[in-house]
């Protein structure tokens, strides 16, 4: 916080009364001060006043105190005021409101996770992107990496200061509350990251939760950020990551936007053409009439890179009889699983299946 936005306020109010007013920390340095000489000398005590966090001003060793607000309610600064009487209470109240909105000013221009969240939620023009960056002196080429940590249970809101305790830099890692259920988290990384170094921050966010919270949550992960402008476009990557992984990886907590493959691609389909590829893959009979033991059959198979001799060991069946059962799936859709293109094709239409399948409830 600038000294400076404070004194200017002191000096206006200077005007309006002969008392002494000023603004101590919480540890009583005297940060600005009608009378300039008093700016540097502290204020013995201040946080052993009683209740330091009650909204009522204190009386104390001949002056008049009412304090701003902190994070998690501590104070931060105090307003004071040379006297005990009811002028000089009406006086700390008066200068109290006019301080009060002059560190909300300032700390909405010039809070950098402020200036973040902005960023990845469209808040802001992308050409004033640099411009204030440059007013905080804020890094803008530099690696960034994009988590979105949404809670699928009960949400906790005790969720955000177990995740800010793992990135206590706050000149460099951001934790953002975006709603309800999800937290943005933007950290500072090496150019040379790796995904399974996302990977583990990841796994140790969900750890934490899990350990503190018992919270249970999915995790996105965005491409890296090489430059400020970019962070929006991850974060969407992020929740991207998050839809297309309870579609095609329900049964992981952490994806990877990078990992998702051609899951990518048949998000962006349209309904109407993953109808009609799925008709013309299985011209015999739809994909629908297959039981549920023949669909695990075939997941394993592919599991087990098409081997069948890995996949009949996995599946405790004679290597015979999964043949057998690979030519009954042939004679019913028509695509042999042991050719590596027919492979790919069953395997594209399985995922546009689920795809449509999830389409579908949502209307429901």
């Known amino acids: 916080m600038s000294s400076r936005t404070f004194q200017g306020v002191v000096i206006q ?40 966090k009650a909204d009522s001003v204190i009386v104390a060793d001949g002056k008049t105190f009412k304090f701003l607000g902190g994070q998690n309610s501590r104070f931060d600064y105090c307003v004071f005021i040379e006297g005990t009487d009811a002028i000089a209470k009406s006086l700390c109240i008066m200068a109290w409101v006019a ?26 023009l ?3 992107i640099y411009v204030h960056a440059k007013e905080l002196n804020f890094i803008a ?75 249970e949550v999915i995790i996105g992960i965005g491409t890296v950020a090489k430059h400020l402008r970019e962070i929006a476009d991850r974060y969407k990557e992020a929740q991207v ?27 962006q389909l349209p309904t109407t053409l993953c109808e009609m590829f799925l008709s013309e893959v299985f011209k015999k009979s739809p994909i629908d009439a297959l039981d549920q033991e023949t669909l695990s059959i075939i997941t394993k198979f592919f599991e087990n890179n098409l081997n069948i001799s890995e996949t009949s060991r996995k599946l405790f069946v004679h ?44 209307k429901i």
């Open 141 to 215: 080429d530099t690696a960034r990496a994009v988590f979105l940590v949404r809670q699928t249970g009960k949400a906790d809101v005790e969720a955000i200061e177990v995740i800010q305790r793992l990135f206590p830099d706050k000149q460099h890692d951001f934790v953002l509350s975006i709603n309800e259920t999800d937290i943005a988290v933007v950290k500072e990384v090496q150019p040379t990251v790796t995904a399974k170094d996302l990977q583990k921050i990841a796994a140790d966010i969900e750890a934490a939760l899990k350990t503190e919270l018992a919270a």
């Open 126 to 128: 992308p050409g004033d």
């Open 241 to 267: 990551a998050i839809e297309i992984g309870k579609v095609f990886d329900t049964e992981s907590d952490i994806i990877n936007y990078e990992n998702l493959g051609i899951g990518r691609l048949i998000y």
């Open 319 to 362: 290597r015979n009889t999964l043949v057998y059962r690979l030519g009954k799936i042939k004679k019913l859709t028509g695509l042999d699983l042991r050719e590596f293109d027919q492979a790919i094709v069953f395997k594209v239409a399985l995922m546009v299946k689920k795809y449509l399948n999830s389409q579908n409830s949502q």
């Open 13 to 52: 109010l200077k005007e309006a009364t002969d008392k002494v007013v000023g603004v101590a920390d919480y540890d009583g340095n005297i940060v600005a001060c009608s009378e300039i000489s008093r700016v540097g000398s502290k204020i013995k005590g201040i946080y052993e006043l009683p209740d330091p």
């Open 99 to 124: 301080i009060s909105e002059a560190k909300i000013y300032y700390e909405e221009k010039h809070d950098k996770s402020a200036f973040v969240k902005n960023i990845i939620t469209d808040n802001i």
